[in-house]
């Protein structure tokens, strides 16, 4: 049974930092690896998506994923108060059944 | 594009009575799957369709939790003999087909049980 965590729970940084958001699996076979953002009262929505070991840059967001060591994480540069969020990492094998974290609450203060 | 469409946004229910959830998933999309979202167990899976057909129901509750998915413009998740643990925000998404696509998700409904 997939057992997919995130840290920290909550995180509080000002508007410029960067930001760091982990995700372990517990799943060797795991394939498909999804960082989604939901913001307060809404749906979650994709951000980035990771297939293969290395590192994934799209604007101010960056995915690294290191399979061996079952972890994965979204690094966000410049952070701004719209990146206010819960912050939920995802994992499949199948890609299909999709496993998600508790999320990481991120708070970018002014 | 409406994205997912998902009815009644928000239901009250009293203990015991049954709750049904609509969702309209995306046109054109194959893959349909329901999620539960607590703030204690945070998002999570319930069951799935694929071209209608269901695909796997592993995290639906069995005795009182029912999934439909008639036909390709929406499915349906049934509670039945509702009880306030089921309270939660229910997620329908849907995604283009099968084989690591994102997944939409749907505004939810929020289901309330007195």
């Known amino acids: 049974q997939q057992n997919v965590q995130q840290s920290p729970e909550s995180l509080i940084v000002p508007e410029g930092a960067r930001t760091s958001l982990n995700c372990t699996f517990s799943?060797?076979?795991?394939?498909y690896f999804w960082w989604y953002r939901q913001h307060s009262g809404k749906a979650p929505k994709a951000l980035m998506?990771?297939?293969?070991?290395g590192e994934k840059e799209e604007g101010r967001f960056t995915i690294h994923l290191n399979k061996a060591s079952l972890h994965f994480s979204l690094h966000i540069r410049d952070s701004q108060p719209s990146d206010s969020a819960l912050y939920l990492c995802a994992v499949s094998t199948n890609a299909y059944k999709v496993i998600f974290g508790k999320g990481t609450h991120l708070h970018v203060l002014p | 594009n409406a994205g997912v469409i998902q009815t009644p946004r928000h239901k009250v229910t009293g203990k015991g009575q049954e709750a049904t959830l609509w969702c309209e998933p995306i046109s054109g999309h194959s893959a349909v799957f329901w999620y539960r979202q607590t703030i204690v167990q945070g998002l999570e899976f319930l069951t799935y369709?694929?071209?209608?057909?269901?695909?796997?129901d592993s995290g639906m509750p069995k005795e009182r939790f029912s999934a439909q998915m008639p036909n390709q413009s929406h499915s349906t998740l049934k509670i039945q003999s509702t009880q306030p643990q089921d309270s939660a925000v229910y997620l329908c998404?849907?995604?283009?087909?099968?084989?690591?696509?994102?997944?939409?998700f749907g505004p939810g409904t929020r289901l309330t049980v007195l």
């Open positions: 998404a849907s995604s283009l087909r099968q084989g690591a696509r994102e997944q939409y």
């Open positions: 799943d060797s076979a795991s394939q």
């Open positions: 369709f694929r071209n209608q057909a269901p695909i796997d």
């Open positions: 998506s990771i297939f293969s070991n």
